[in-house]
């Protein structure tokens, strides 16, 4: 089954998942009728519910279900559908407080419905998540405290919206519905005992070793692991997986890091280069050699396999490692095809991996375009960021023919698809990895 077809039909399921629950309460008995307002808002509300819950499937790991689009793809989804979602759940009490003014009256202490009080808990919790989502660096709010809190605030607003509905339970007038939205909670508490215990249950089985630390130029540090007491797992160039370092696999807190290494590596030795960011990226070049890690993956969409005359690498920084993987794994199979490397850094000492990029060169059929944002004056290359411009300097037409790679900040990804779509390059013919999930 194609990618494409694939990608079809997991958003069917995805939509039944949605809107069948809410279909499913006009079935069989039906409460008294009431106003238009009054049955959208219990709509809304229904909907905002359905997908919260399912949220938790989205952050599962599935590959079957990420593979398609990639992991990043998913959890840009899952942060943009999220925010969906509490507009949703912000709608529904706005619409009844409209149609029903009389809502507004404060009650005595004591008569507030256990419906009134959980729903306005779950939206408070909602709003809370969203602002650390949205503001976590401005709020510098690390991010292990973050995840943690972040998991915590989604409970607490699913649970108390279940406990709304209940309480109100207008809709629940037979067995059938019961029975609906039991399934969908069992269901979601399925999908977060699986995230939470049995995938750490089985990482911790398959642990990894730290068999060298290597130190790169532009403050990156090469993490080497090897498979301890198994085989490991194969990758494809361009992929990535979540790391746990400090702690074992029931750590909440693993971070994404794209493969350096090649893929054809036949012990499952798998390499990571991480730049010193802040935070947990701040410790990699403590981790001693011979300790105990943990390496969830492969993920990711964002590797090279379809049919092109040449492979065009548009890295940026930090978004190196990924293209290094290709490139090494080009080399190692003897592919004769020309890749062309389109590298921004900030100066000439800043550039990781400078020195093994250019033996690379006498393995592959590789051209390297450096291009510096601050360089020093004696500098003779491309100078600035990335353009349309400088891509129609180096590329040869017709440029549609050519496969894309994109990785880097995320202003400059954007700059770069749109250079590509003005040189007329049709989206099917670029892949575009934003290592930032949160």
């Not at 519905?177 to 089985?202: C, S």
């Not at 990924?322 to 080009?330: D, K």
């Not at 549609?400 to 400059?412: L, Q, R």
Request: aromatic content about 12%.
């Amino acid at each position: 089954m194609t990618y494409t077809a694939r990608s079809i039909i997991w958003i069917i399921v995805y939509l039944l998942f949605i809107l069948l629950p809410l279909f499913a309460l006009l079935l069989g008995s039906l409460p008294p009728a009431r106003d238009f307002w009054t049955e959208f808002s219990a709509a809304v509300g229904y909907s905002a519910l359905a997908i919260m819950g399912l949220q938790f499937g989205l952050t599962a790991r599935f590959r079957f279900v990420t593979e398609p689009w990639g992991e990043d793809v998913i959890y840009h989804f899952h942060r943009q559908i999220s925010l969906f979602a509490v507009a949703l759940a912000l709608v529904h009490p706005a619409i009844m407080l409209v149609v029903q003014p009389h809502l507004l009256a404060l009650p005595q202490y004591g008569e507030v419905p256990l419906g009134a009080v959980s729903a306005f808990l779950s939206v408070i919790a909602l709003v809370v998540l969203v602002v650390t989502a949205l503001w976590r660096a401005r709020l510098k709010i690390s991010y292990e405290l973050w995840h943690y809190s972040h998991i915590a605030l989604a409970l607490v607003a699913v649970a108390g919206a279940l406990v709304h509905m209940v309480g109100w339970s207008f809709y629940l007038t037979d067995s059938l519905k019961w029975a609906l939205w039991v399934g969908l909670t069992i269901f979601w508490i399925a999908l977060l005992f699986y995230i939470r215990i049995v995938k750490p249950l089985f990482l911790l089985r398959r642990p990894y070793r730290v068999t060298e630390i290597r130190k790169e130029r532009g403050e990156t540090v090469t993490l080497v692991m090897q498979p301890d007491g198994h085989d490991g797992f194969r990758f494809k160039p361009g992929q990535f997986g979540w790391l746990t370092v400090w702690g074992n696999p029931f750590k909440i807190t693993a971070h994404p890091f794209s493969f350096s290494s090649s893929a054809q590596t036949a012990d499952g030795t798998v390499a990571m280069s991480i730049r010193n960011l802040g935070d947990f990226t701040s410790g990699i070049s403590n981790v001693p050699v011979g300790k105990r890690i943990y390496l969830d993956g492969p993920y990711g969409a964002f590797t090279i396999g379809d049919p092109a005359d040449m492979h065009v690498l548009i890295a940026g920084g930090v978004g190196i490692t990924p293209m290094m993987s290709m490139i090494r794994t080009l080399a190692d199979v003897g592919d004769k095809r020309p890749v062309m490397l389109l590298y921004g850094s900030k100066d000439w000492d800043s550039i990781t991996f400078r020195e093994e990029l250019e033996d690379l060169k006498v393995r592959l059929d590789l051209t390297i375009v450096h291009v510096l944002s601050d360089p020093s004056a004696d500098w003779a290359g491309e100078r600035g960021f990335i353009s349309a411009d400088l891509l129609a300097r180096h590329l040869t037409r017709p440029y549609a023919d050519h496969e894309y790679f994109i990785c880097g900040p995320g202003p400059m990804m954007d700059a770069v698809e749109k250079a590509l779509a003005d040189l007329g390059v049709p989206m099917s013919k670029y892949h575009s990895e934003r290592y930032s999930f949160v």
